[in-house]
């Protein structure tokens, strides 16, 4: 044991030398490494489609004479679908204040306040209530509370006012604008102006009915154990055998 110590320290044991990292040739996995780096790099180089002369999305130019890099679209061209020429159907809004008229295209019939009051029904009663009090069962939830529709403030606001706030939200409330298109968002207006009306009217409103109106009358109910028989006066049933 002893001799082969001393062989060691010499460097002349007989046996052949262990090759060593660094030493001799280089080890394979630094030529690996080596070749990964070298393409990192030289990738980073690329130049061709990442890098173009080109304007941000409605950045400034000075090259036209208007100063806009986006062009308006040629002389001729024919909008698809996207044309939004009558501004007020869609925005509800003259310039920057609420419209308080209803867009010709939506004459204010029995047909409108119908599909009104259906959508309003749908989209709007489960946070303002059937009746617009603002009692709709998601605020009882713990949704913030909207305000009724039957204050003074909403009574004189235009109608453009609604429709703006059903376009862009208000507040805690989202807005509708994907869900409800801009012809269903005018007929609930129409539908909470009537809503509104139905809830202030004064007698000289409702040509002689009573207001509010007579609570209705009920029959005492039977005990659910038969249907209940109709029996028809004899001099009915002579009319009709007529
Ligand atoms: C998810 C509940 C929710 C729904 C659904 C909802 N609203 Fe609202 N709405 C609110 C809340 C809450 C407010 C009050 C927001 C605030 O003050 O931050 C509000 C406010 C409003 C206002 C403004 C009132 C004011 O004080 O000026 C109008 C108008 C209105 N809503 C109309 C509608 C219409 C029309 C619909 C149906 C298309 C609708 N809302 C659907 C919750 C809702």
């Given at each position: 044991?002893?001799?082969?110590?001393?062989?060691?320290?010499?460097?002349?044991?007989?046996?052949?030398?262990?090759?060593?990292?660094?030493?001799?040739?280089?080890?394979?996995?630094?030529?690996?490494?080596?070749?990964?780096?070298?393409?990192?790099?030289?990738?980073?180089?690329?130049?061709?489609?990442?890098?173009?002369?080109?304007?941000?999305?409605?950045?400034?130019?000075?090259?036209?004479?208007?100063?806009?890099?986006?062009?308006?679209?040629?002389?001729?061209?024919?909008?698809?679908?996207?044309?939004?020429?009558?501004?007020?159907?869609?925005?509800?809004?003259?310039?920057?204040?609420?419209?308080?008229?209803?867009?010709?295209?939506?004459?204010?019939?029995?047909?409108?306040?119908?599909?009104?009051?259906?959508r309003?029904?749908?989209?709007?009663?489960?946070?303002?209530?059937?009746?617009?009090?603002?009692?709709?069962?998601?605020?009882?939830?713990?949704?913030?509370?909207?305000l009724?529709?039957?204050?003074?403030?909403?009574?004189?606001?235009?109608?453009?006012?609604?429709?703006?706030?059903m376009?862009?939200?208000f507040?805690?409330?989202?807005?509708?604008?994907?869900?409800?298109?801009?012809?269903?968002?005018?007929?609930?207006?129409?539908?909470?102006?009537?809503l509104?009306?139905?809830?202030?009217?004064?007698?000289?409103?409702?040509?002689?009915?009573?207001?509010?109106?007579?609570?209705?009358?009920?029959?005492?109910?039977?005990?659910?154990?038969?249907?209940?028989?109709?029996?028809?006066?004899?001099?009915?049933?002579?009319?009709?055998?007529?």
């Open positions: 044991m002893a001799r082969l110590r001393t062989t060691v320290r010499n460097g002349e044991t007989g046996v052949p030398p262990v090759r060593q990292h660094g030493r001799g040739r280089p080890c394979p996995h630094l030529k690996i490494s080596a070749c990964v780096l070298a393409l990192l790099i030289l990738g980073g180089c690329r130049n061709d489609m990442h890098d173009q002369p080109r304007y941000k999305t409605y950045a400034m130019s000075d090259f036209y004479a208007d100063l806009r890099s986006e062009r308006p679209p040629v002389e001729g061209t024919v909008a698809r679908g996207e044309l939004h020429e009558d501004a007020y159907f869609y925005t509800g809004k003259i310039g920057a204040n609420p419209g308080d008229y209803m867009p010709a295209e939506v004459p204010v019939n029995e047909e409108t306040l119908a599909r009104g009051r259906e309003y029904n749908i989209y709007c009663a489960p946070c303002h209530s059937r009746l617009g009090d603002g009692n709709g069962m998601v605020p009882s939830r713990g949704y913030k509370h909207p009724t529709y039957h204050q003074d403030r909403l009574r004189k606001a235009p109608l453009g006012y609604f429709f703006d706030v376009t862009n939200g507040g805690a409330m989202p807005d509708y604008a994907s869900q409800i298109p801009p012809r269903d968002r005018w007929c609930i207006v129409a539908y909470i102006r009537a509104q009306l139905s809830q202030n009217a004064a007698q000289g409103d409702v040509a002689g009915m009573q207001v509010p109106s007579k609570a209705p009358e009920f029959e005492e109910p039977g005990s659910g154990a038969t249907l209940p028989v109709t029996i028809p006066k004899s001099n009915d049933t002579g009319a009709e055998q007529k």
